[in-house]
């Protein structure tokens, strides 16, 4: 009966989250509190496990993690969540995992949304920047796994994909952009899974989704980009046309042909207004 209750408790709280702000026109953060504020997370590191990248250049080169001619993708993924390139005060990609109402209990539901912010590199408090919070559920887990991978979608990559071991939360499959060392990635499915290690940190987090063949044919690359600038997605992964690599990383999901996407994460709680 009690986990009902949670249950009925968050979704009311879900329906109220979103009328009662909107009413008063102002920021959710703002209105609740004592258990039922949003809490935020800011990712402040994200690598890329599965597939790996790679490119022909002095042969065929993995340039996930291992740097050529400057440039790796996690490299630049680290670069660009650490560090303030252009010098505006704010962190140059900051991608936040908000909960509410938090509840680490077994079995508890709640609303989640994945967005980007602006994130200040000196107090640390992030701020809406424009792009449209990508909204799901969250259930929380005592015990056991909250997300890992699918079988036969990984190689045989070091590091390897950490998963998500209880306490943790893990959320329900939406639709997101990826920003990936500058490479747009379009996942479908995606996922969000975290484990609970104390009030201001969530670790082995790992993000998942997938992308078909011919979503990654259609995503050519920005021009701007160093090595790969103009290129289709799909000629930088194994398998993808005109890939290098002499095997193939596809994934086949419910009858369709792509990739199945792997990141690992760790991120701090930070204050965030709309």
């Not at 009690?2 to 920021?27: F, K, N, Q, T």
């Not at 071991?165 to 920003?179: I, W």
């Not at 011919?214 to 993808?240: F, H, K, Y």
Request: hydrophobic share 40%; charged share 10%.
């Amino acid at each position: 009966m009690a986990r009902y209750s949670r249950l009925a408790a968050s979704l009311l709280y879900i329906a109220l989250a979103g009328a009662i702000p909107a009413a008063l026109g102002v920021s959710p953060d703002l209105i609740f509190s004592d258990g039922f504020e949003p809490v935020s997370y800011r990712f402040t590191n994200l690598y890329l496990r599965d597939p790996h990248v790679w490119l022909n250049a002095l042969g065929c080169d993995d340039v996930t993690d291992t740097t050529l001619f400057g440039f790796s993708i996690n490299g630049k993924l680290q670069t660009s969540i650490q560090t303030d390139g252009n010098a505006d005060g704010f962190y140059d990609l900051s991608y936040l995992q908000r909960l509410y109402p938090l509840d680490e209990n077994d079995g508890a539901v709640g609303a989640a949304n994945f967005v980007s912010a602006n994130c200040s590199t000196t107090t640390g408090a992030c701020a809406a920047e424009g792009s449209t919070p990508v909204s799901s559920m969250y259930t929380s887990a005592a015990t056991g796994q909250c997300l890992g991978v699918i079988a036969g979608t990984v190689n045989s990559y070091s590091p390897a994909v950490t998963q998500t071991p209880a306490p943790c939360f893990s959320t329900s499959p939406v639709s997101v952009t990826l920003n990936v060392g500058g490479i747009p990635v379009p996942l479908k499915n995606a996922r969000i899974g975290a484990t609970y290690s104390d009030p201001l940190h969530l670790v082995n987090g790992l993000l998942s989704g997938f992308i078909s063949e011919a979503d990654a044919d259609s995503t050519i690359l920005p021009a701007s980009l160093p090595l790969i600038g103009g290129m289709p997605l799909s000629s930088l992964l194994a398998g993808g046309t005109g890939n290098c690599a002499v095997f193939s990383d596809k994934d086949s999901i419910n009858g369709v042909i792509g990739w199945q996407f792997y990141l690992n994460f760790v991120a701090t709680r930070v204050n965030y207004s709309q």
